[in-house]
């Protein structure tokens, strides 16, 4: 059966013009606080995925990290490689799923983190979507979403795409990761508008923006108070980030240098956050003229 033969379609009834991947309502995520982490495309949307995944296992919770991106490189610092897809996973058995075990697409990596790569189609070809849909099913048919209380999917940047689009149906929070740049904070814009529609049909709010690699924060901070958004966290521009990363380490793993421990700091307060619970924002995104006026110098 080709991957392709019977993903459902939502048409006209998740945003206007909408034609998206509808997952299996069976399919929904119960038990576990969802998290979906956002952001544009190199803005360091893993490395907080992970070191995020590391700090609430840290605190005692049982976690599941899934990447949403065909380069499958969200969980290679918690597992210290490159995880096979759940795409190529089902290629090998021609998308026979029954015959695949939990071990042949979940790795334990640092803390317990349980981690997914989900993958996604060749550029230009099929639904990320679809991959996605296909991923929580298969956790859900072996049992590995029941002795959850935490699932983080880390996701593409690609604010049209069905990808984009999947996870917001099983979250219950949005985090969007930008930086203290005009570039970062006009497609967090995009994101929040993104998420506001798809809150119109499905359980998930906006939880807040994680302010990555910045020394200050005043351009976040003022876009956030234009629009009714909140900055929940802040990671500087920390060189240990970087060298983490070069490493296959999560920031839990590496030597206590003071930036480290800052950092590690910050990451278990973010968690501590998002475990308490945060209020469901419904920020009003700008329109695209607006952020340019509002933001830099005179």
């Known amino acids: 059966m080709s991957p392709r033969d019977d993903i459902p379609t939502l048409k006209g009834q998740d945003g206007e013009g909408s034609v998206q ?10 038990g576990a606080k969802v998290f979906s982490v956002y952001g544009k495309g190199g803005i360091g949307k893993s490395t907080t995925s992970s070191n995020l995944s590391a700090a ?6 049982r976690v599941l990290q899934i990447g949403c991106d065909p380069k499958h490189d969200s969980t ?6 490159l995880q096979p897809t759940v795409i190529d996973i089902l290629k090998e058995v021609d998308f026979h799923p029954e015959e695949l075990r939990p071990e042949d697409f979940v790795t334990t990596g640092w803390g317990g983190v349980q981690c997914v790569e989900a993958g996604g189609p060749p550029a230009g ?21 029941e002795d959850t209380d935490v699932v983080i999917f880390d996701v593409l940047g690609d604010v049209v795409c069905g990808g984009f689009a999947a ?6 929070r949005a985090v969007i990761v930008t ?13 929040i508008a993104a998420v506001q529609a798809k809150s119109n049909n499905y359980k998930v709010r906006l939880a807040g923006c994680v302010a990555n690699r910045s020394r200050d924060t005043d351009e976040v901070d003022r876009y956030c108070a234009e629009v009714g958004f909140n ?3 802040h990671m500087p521009d920390f060189d240990a980030i970087r060298r983490s990363r ?6 839990f793993e590496m030597p206590d240098e003071d930036d480290i421990v800052l950092a590690r700091t910050e990451y278990i307060r973010l968690a501590e956050t998002l475990w308490r619970g945060t209020e469901p924002l419904a920020p009003a995104p700008m329109e695209d003229r607006d952020i340019f006026e509002l933001l830099g110098f005179d």
């Open 21 to 30: 991947v509808h997952q299996d309502p069976a399919m929904k995520i119960e």
């Open 56 to 61: 609430f296992a840290k605190l005692g919770k």
């Open 76 to 81: 290679f610092t918690l597992t210290g490689r």
């Open 125 to 145: 070809t099929g639904c990320g979507g679809y991959v996605v849909g296909q991923t929580v099913k298969l956790l859900k048919q072996h049992h590995m979403l």
């Open 167 to 172: 996870p917001l149906q099983h979250a219950d």
């Open 179 to 191: 930086a203290n740049d005009f570039d970062s904070i006009y497609a967090m814009n995009r994101i």
């Open 231 to 233: 900055r929940i966290a």
């Open 246 to 251: 070069l490493k296959k380490k999560t920031l």
